[in-house]
């Protein structure tokens, strides 16, 4: 079955400074999905990568996705405490009901 | 813009009882889900549904569980005898034909 590997698994960084966060699927991904979730809450839809080389901005975060469709970054650039909580790279699976697999999630802290 | 709702927002329960979470998915989508995620762990599929009917259930969606969307809107969750280690964030989700699922804001159960 795939699983997908976060890392790291917690971060903290000073407010504006540059950090990324790495997800590594162990079979070709169909779809990847990055949310952001703050502790006990819903997940927020970030973006959205489906082909391989693909890179999505929005803001100050920058989403990409490999060639070999296996790896996804998201980067944020100049940190805001805003950008803290946990984010999650999830991904689509084959054969039609399009459910999600999730990471293990990395908890950004930003320090202000 | 249109969101997912769910209700309650934390339900308390005793072992053995029933509960029903309730979700109000998007009024356009056509495939529902719910997830669940233990405190501190991944985010779990549990069941998709699609055309008034289970589609894929994961191994954690035993005969304890059923879903139901009784009335074209609603979409609901029920585990008829509550066990210690149901105790989690219930997700319910919703997306259009090939767009990312949208999530609700979770039910926290408590099964004590």
């Known amino acids: 079955s795939q699983e997908l590997e976060q890392s790291p698994q917690s971060l903290i960084v000073q407010e504006g400074k540059n950090l990324t966060i790495n997800c590594t699927s162990s079979?070709?991904?169909?779809?990847l999905y990055w949310y952001k979730q703050k502790y006990g809450e819903g997940l927020i839809f970030l973006m959205m990568?489906?082909?391989?080389?693909e890179e999505k901005s929005h803001e100050k975060i920058t989403a990409k996705l490999d060639e070999k469709k296996q790896q996804s970054s998201l980067h944020i650039t100049a940190s805001q405490p805003s950008h803290a909580g946990i984010y999650l790279c999830?991904?689509?699976?084959?054969?039609?009901?399009?459910?999600?697999?999730f990471g293990t999630g990395t908890r950004l802290k930003v320090l202000a | 813009e249109p969101e997912v709702t769910q209700t309650p927002s934390h339900q308390v329960t005793q072992m053995g009882q029933e509960v029903i979470l309730r979700c109000v998915p998007i009024?356009?989508?056509?495939?529902f889900y719910w997830y669940r995620q233990i405190l501190g762990q991944k985010v779990e599929f549990l069941v998709s549904?699609?055309?008034?009917?289970?589609?894929?259930k994961s191994e954690i969606f035993d005969d304890q569980f059923s879903v139901e969307r009784p009335d074209g809107s609603n979409f609901t969750l029920k585990i008829r005898s509550t066990k210690l280690e149901d105790s989690a964030m219930y997700f319910c989700?919703?997306?259009?034909?090939?767009?990312?699922?949208?999530f609700g804001p979770g039910t926290r159960l408590t099964v004590t």
């Open positions: 549904f699609y055309n008034n009917e289970i589609s894929e």
């Open positions: 079979k070709t991904l169909y779809g």
């Open positions: 999830g991904a689509e699976t084959p054969g039609g009901t399009y459910k999600y697999i």
């Open positions: 009024s356009n989508h056509l495939y």
């Open positions: 990568l489906q082909k391989g080389g």
């Open positions: 989700a919703s997306r259009a034909a090939a767009y990312e699922q949208y």
